[in-house]
Nanobody, 115 residues
Framework: QVRLVESGGGLVQAGGSLRLSCAASGRIFTINAMGWYRQAPGKQRELVAKQHRFGTPNYADSVKGRFTISRDNAENTAYLQMNSLKPEDTAVYYC?????????WGQGTQVTVSS
């Protein structure tokens, strides 16, 4: 089992910044991917950013140039730095972990961007 604990969501004005953190613990495989998804009310969950442990990150087009995913592999922690936030970024953000055997979701953290 893998446990994901997220933190860092909140309310911010448009143009502001937030940093999300996701700490993974438990059965962590060496080869894994961690990422962030989001789900706005009435919409499907969508990929925001994802990075394999030894790979380069990939981003949704809507966040390229504004969001940055990073990882501390020694601490099994992933971060999402979100800059130039827009009201359309408002959603519940979920951390995701996957390896060759299984995948897991965090509990979600609310990000609200006011105009």
């Amino acid at each position: 089992q893998v446990r994901l604990v997220e933190s860092g969501g909140g309310l911010v004005q448009a143009g502001g910044s937030l940093r999300l953190s996701c700490a993974a613990s438990g059965r962590i495989f060496t080869i894994n991917a961690m990422g962030w998804y989001r789900q706005a009310p009435g919409k499907q969950r969508e990929l925001v950013a994802k990075q394999h442990r030894f790979g380069t990150p990939n981003y949704a087009d809507s966040v390229k140039g504004r969001f940055t995913i990073s990882r501390d592999n020694a601490e099994n922690t992933a971060y999402l730095q979100m800059n130039s936030l827009k009201p359309e970024d408002t959603a519940v953000y979920y951390c995701h972990y996957s390896d060759s055997v299984d995948d897991y979701w965090g509990q979600g953290t609310q990000v609200t961007v006011s105009s």
